[in-house]
């Protein structure tokens, strides 16, 4: 899969955005990759397009028809299968975890599974997004983009879910984490749902996951290394979490994964 991915160039945005892609006009069709979970909060934006959804698999392809299409994702458990039928224009955004309630407002009214199809969280959200797709200069669509980002954006500082995002990132039991931060198990579930969108437990196994990946690229440490280093209990804990997430062995995973790229695709 070919995409041109740009890094936010304000300063602002950056704290709370990785990135953006635009599909790479050399991309050839059909096609299809594999996309694993993530704890980015992804925004899709399809214009003259329709989306099937079938399980655990997507049909994209151009329409005939005026069709608008804003797909938001922010919690899978397994791999997605993406099935590019024929070329279409598509712009992403990924936020970081808790970045998206900067720009929306009571998020808790888009995490439910029709986001994935339709995600319009003011009036003029289409209006304004997909203008992007009238200009066709790709500096200026950024510059573009941007300029709306900023123009929606309310800073919300909210100190227990940052705290959170970096406990569950270490090595405490969920329970600890909740004594830390003086509060009980079951209020860290729910708040943690309400604005990340999945369980404190699901977005750790996750990030264990990418982290995993990271060392594979960047260190070449051994299965074993990695496994210890990601606090899992021992390589066949590490080997059985990987394989729920990707139906794949570690080896069976690398063996067809380019992991030099921003993003990791499975490629069929």
Same mark, same amino acid.
């Given at each position: 899969?070919?995409? $041109? ?22 991309? &050839? ?5 594999? !996309? ?36 938001? &994702? ?17 712009? !992403? ?15 808790? +009214? ?13 009036? +003029? ?11 066709? +200069?790709? !500096? ?83 299965? !074993? ?8 209990? $021992? ?10 997430? &990707? ?9 067809? &994964? ?11």
């Amino acid at each position: 899969m070919y995409v $041109d991915f740009y890094k936010p160039q304000s300063e602002i945005l950056s704290q709370y955005i990785e990135g953006f892609y635009f599909m790479n006009k050399n991309q &050839t069709y059909p096609f299809q990759y594999f !996309t694993f979970p993530n704890n980015f909060c992804i925004l899709s934006l399809m214009n003259n397009a329709t989306l099937e959804i079938q399980n655990n698999e997507f049909f994209i392809k151009k329409s005939k028809n005026r069709i608008q299409i804003s797909s938001l &994702t922010y919690h899978y458990k397994k791999q997605l299968r993406i099935n590019y039928l024929g070329p279409i224009e598509e712009f !992403t955004i990924y936020f970081k975890p808790n970045a998206i309630n900067n720009f929306v407002e009571n998020m808790i +009214d888009f995490y439910h599974p029709k986001s994935v199809e339709s995600f319009e969280p003011f009036d +003029d959200f289409k209006k304004l997004f997909f203008n992007i797709f009238k200009i066709k +200069d790709k !500096t200026l669509q950024i510059d573009y983009i941007e300029t709306l980002l900023l123009s929606i954006f309310k800073e919300k500082k909210d100190s227990l879910i940052e705290n959170l995002l970096i406990d569950i990132e270490g090595e405490l039991s969920i329970e600890k984490i909740a004594s830390k931060n003086g509060i009980s198990r079951q209020y860290l579930n729910q708040y943690f749902k309400l604005k990340i969108g999945k369980s404190p437990s699901e977005y750790r196994k996750i990030s264990r996951f990418r982290k995993s990946l990271n060392l594979f690229s960047q260190q070449k440490k051994s299965f !074993t290394e990695i496994s210890y280093d990601n606090l899992f209990f $021992d390589q066949s804990h590490f080997n059985r979490d990987f394989k729920a997430i &990707t139906n794949l062995t570690p080896k069976e995973f690398l063996a067809n &994964t380019n992991l030099d790229q921003e993003n990791i695709w499975f490629i069929i």
